[in-house]
């Protein structure tokens, strides 16, 4: 496994829905590139995502944008294992691609697959961060729902973006 040195309380991580309605896209990165550059302000200059399709994409195109802004903002893709992105359709494909290109680090946790591999990533992003912003609509039963957990249970606070 992978591992970097990251200051966490300066550090953001990200988890959101894979699917979010396109009615909702427009408006959620709005706020999200407020929300993105207003904790930059509060001193948070490391943003991680977790590499997903839906908000973690979106959430890591706002922070690879920010980055023309403010020259210190740091994107660290986190991803559970080797060639993940594989699953995913021709447009995600390309999109992560392209992130993980202009992305600060990339961390890759495991070389393969395996059970468990993505509650794992989702760990290693909440302990290594201060911070969650996340786009959760109250399922229980999900890899966002289980990473708003964990932040609660480790005492980091959370911006819930789903309206």
Avoid at 30 to 54: C, D, M
Avoid at 99 to 120: E, H, K, M, P, W
Avoid at 123 to 142: E, Q
Wanted: hydrophobic share 35%; aromatic share 12%; proline share 1%.
């Amino acid at each position: 496994m992978q591992t970097i040195n990251i200051d966490k309380s300066k550090t953001v991580a990200f988890t959101g829905h894979r699917h979010i309605n396109a009615d909702n896209i427009a408006p959620l990165k709005e706020e999200l590139t407020h929300t993105v550059r207003q904790q930059y302000h509060n001193g948070y200059t490391t943003f991680i995502v977790g590499g997903a399709v839906g908000f973690d994409l979106l959430a890591a195109e706002i922070v690879v944008e920010l980055q023309q802004e403010f020259a210190d903002i740091q994107l660290f893709c986190v991803v559970p294992y080797t060639g993940h992105h594989r699953a995913f359709d021709k447009e995600d494909k390309l999109r992560y691609i392209d992130i993980a290109d202009r992305a600060t680090v990339n961390i890759i946790l495991s070389s393969q697959y395996y059970d468990g591999c993505f509650l794992r990533r989702n760990d290693y992003m909440i302990h290594n961060s201060s911070l969650l912003i996340a786009y959760h609509d109250g399922t229980y039963r999900s890899g966002t729902a289980y990473t708003v957990r964990r932040a609660k249970a480790n005492n980091i606070s959370i911006i819930n973006l789903y309206k």
